[in-house]
């Protein structure tokens, strides 16, 4: 599924639990970071950093507990194999991820509310996220800070004959159909149109 918040909405408030603190990451956090997701290669968070990416996370001490990360001009999507060309004023919320030991509890929801701001702050009219349908847990979290869920996307076939698609969800008639909404063709977001 691809979701989508808009950045001129009002944005929820959502309270952090006492002890914890939320900031932006920089390349002084590497170490935290990779001791959270000892499955990242620091070599890759320095790249996104250095193209412009960011991540907040929310701290307990001095571990990270949970951390999501926003590219403003592509989203690589990872399970799709392609990434999907972004508007200047568009970002993609992404690997947001929680410690085992505090999933449950909104930790990632209220730690993704300064970075729903900060984007605003630097431009992002709206974000972007993907999901995948069958990852029930996952849906908590973007829903409580108000991404709605605007079609399918995805791709049919193998590689060299790869068909790729965007399916938009019809918000009024609460009806799938194939394409995009003229609105997604104007801002030149190209959704449906992955590169290979």
């Not at 920089?26 to 250095?50: K, N, S, T, V, W």
């Not at 507990?65 to 399970?79: D, H, K, L, M, N």
């Not at 929801?109 to 349908?133: D, T, V």
Request: proline share 7%; charged share 20%.
């Amino acid at each position: 599924m691809l979701l989508e918040h808009r950045l001129d909405e009002p944005i929820v408030d959502l309270p952090l639990p006492a002890g914890l603190a939320v900031r932006q990451l920089d390349l002084e956090d590497l170490g935290a970071y990779c001791a959270f997701r000892p499955d990242q290669d620091p070599a890759a968070i320095r790249q996104r950093l250095a193209a412009g990416e960011w991540a907040f996370a929310a701290w307990e001490g001095g571990r990270i507990v949970t951390a999501g990360w926003t590219s403003p001009r592509r989203a690589a999507i990872e399970y799709l194999g392609g990434e999907m060309a972004l508007a200047p004023d568009e970002g993609y919320s992404y690997d947001l991820f929680t410690a085992s030991a505090f999933r449950g509890h909104g930790l990632a929801a209220a730690a993704r509310i300064p970075a729903l701001r900060h984007a605003r702050e630097h431009g992002c009219r709206r974000l972007f996220s993907a999901l995948l349908p069958e990852n029930l847990p996952g849906w908590s979290t973007p829903a409580a800070i108000g991404f709605r869920a605007i079609g399918w996307i995805g791709y049919i076939g193998p590689r060299p004959l790869r068909y790729r698609f965007f399916c938009h969800l019809d918000a009024q008639a609460g009806e799938r159909r194939a394409g995009p909404s003229a609105e997604y063709l104007s801002a030149a977001t190209a959704l449906f149109l992955l590169s290979g």
